[in-house]
Each structure stands twice: as C-alpha cells, then as structure tokens.
T-cell receptor, first 116, second 117 residues
Framework: EPEVTQTPSHQVTQMGQEVILRCVPI?????FYWYRQILGQKVEFLVS????????KSEIFDDQFSVERPDGSNFTLKIRSTKLEDSAMYFC??????????????FGDGTRLSIL | AQKITQTQPGMFVQEKEAVTLDCTYDTSDPSYGLFWYKQPSSGEMIFLIY??????QNATEGRYSLNFQKARKSANLVISASQLGDSAMYFCAMRGQSSGSARQLTFGSGTQLTVLP
C-alpha cells in the first residue's frame, strides 16, 4: 500500500540554524499538509498546500517557516532560524481529494526535530 | 471553529476485553468527518477509522468500531478483544467545511491506552 515517507526520522540542529524536513506524499494525492506535535501535546496544523501554493496556514506558521514542492514528488518544510521551541515531531500528510470532508489524511512516520 | 475533546488522558484494559475511548466534538458545519488515529510509542500516526456526518450506519473496521451519536456530538472508538499491541496513544480528529478550503484536521488531546496482560 502506498505510504507517505519522511526523511530524516530524527534531526538534531543547533539553535539558529536552518533545517529542511522532507516528505514524499502518496503519488496520486493532491493536497499536502504539515502538522507539528510538541512532546506530550496534541497534534497541531501548520500549513496545507495545493496546486503549488499554500492553501491554509495556522498562526504557528510564521515567517520562519516555508514550504516548497521543488519537483513532482518532494514536499519540504523549511525552518529558517530554529528556536528551542521548534523541538517537536513534524508530520507530513496527504490526501487525494478534499471536496468531501470524509477523505482521510495519510500521515508519514514523522521527523523528530531536536533543537539544542 | 471546531473543537475535539477527549476527556480520558489514560485508560487501562485487560487483554481480550473491549474498551471505549471517548470523543466529543463541537462544530457548526452541516457536513464533517470524524477520524481516529493510533500513535504507538514509536511515534507514527496510523489511520484507523472514519465516520461521515451523514453516514447512516456506524463505521466498523475489523476490531475497531465507531459509536457515532450525532445528537450528542460524540464519536467514541470501541476496540474489541484488546491486544497488547493496541497499547498506544489514540487521537480523535475531525475535518469539516470550516476547516479551511484544504480541510485540515483538528485533533483532540489524545487518550493513552494501556492493555494489561
């Protein structure tokens, strides 16, 4: 069964450094998402992406964050200057269509980002 | 705005017993979907089951079933014949027309289920 894949599984970065998290969504999916889960807390929506542009973004997704689909398969999340509070598990998700609210989103295994 | 409430931070169940994980929601959307995800200690998010707001029957998927009570705005997950591998965090989530054009998910705070041998 097709899967969403994320790399790396764990990223350790010094505060202030840039980090890029990578995702390969399921190939026939059209909507892509990034979510964040701080340790012990609920999963929070960051941003959605459709047709090569941001569709929605949350208050968390400030100017330090950006997303890109550099080619036909990868979907990346960049954090320009990381802060300690960016330490979290970051999930990529995708869904085939979104006209119906009943379509499930398929998640990758996540990237655990640790900021030192 | 949408809100998901999971009032059980932790639950214990004996192996082979059934367990119900509670989820209530709040939305003004006429059409929405409710989802349950499982998160093992390894961290990945595994989709389990969904229920559409207009579905006439409660969703079932193997040992998972969803007790959907629309008037009460509840969507409880029932796991039958619990197994040790069911020990995990379980999240209830929803998406609807007011989730935004991309229908992002709103998650509850989760319930940590521990299955006892």
């Amino acid at each position: 069964e097709p899967e969403v894949t994320q790399t790396p599984s764990h990223q350790v970065t010094q505060m202030g450094q840039e980090v890029i998290l990578r995702c390969v969504p399921i190939s026939n999916h059209l909507y892509f998402y990034w979510y964040r889960q701080i340790l012990g807390q609920k999963v929070e929506f960051l941003v959605s992406f459709y047709n090569n542009e941001i569709s929605e973004k949350s208050e968390i997704f400030d100017d330090q964050f950006s997303v890109e689909r550099p080619d036909g398969s990868n979907f990346t999340l960049k954090i320009r200057s990381t802060k300690l509070e960016d330490s979290a598990m970051y999930f990529c998700a995708s869904t085939r269509v979104t006209g119906s609210p009943n379509q499930p989103q398929h998640f990758g295994d996540g990237t655990r980002l640790s900021i030192l | 705005a949408q809100k998901i409430t999971q009032t059980q931070p932790g639950m214990f169940v004996q192996e082979k017993e059934a367990v119900t994980l509670d989820c209530t929601y709040d939305t003004s959307d006429p059409s929405y979907g409710l989802f349950w995800y499982k998160q093992p200690s390894s961290g990945e998010m595994i989709f389990l089951i969904y229920q559409g707001s207009y579905d006439q029957q409660n969703a079932t998927e193997g040992r998972y079933s969803l007790n959907f009570q629309k008037a009460r705005k509840s969507a409880n997950l029932v796991i039958s014949a619990s197994q040790l591998g069911d020990s995990a965090m379980y999240f209830c989530a929803m998406r609807g027309q007011s989730s935004g054009s991309a229908r992002q998910l709103t998650f509850g705070s989760g319930t940590q289920l521990t299955v006892l041998p």
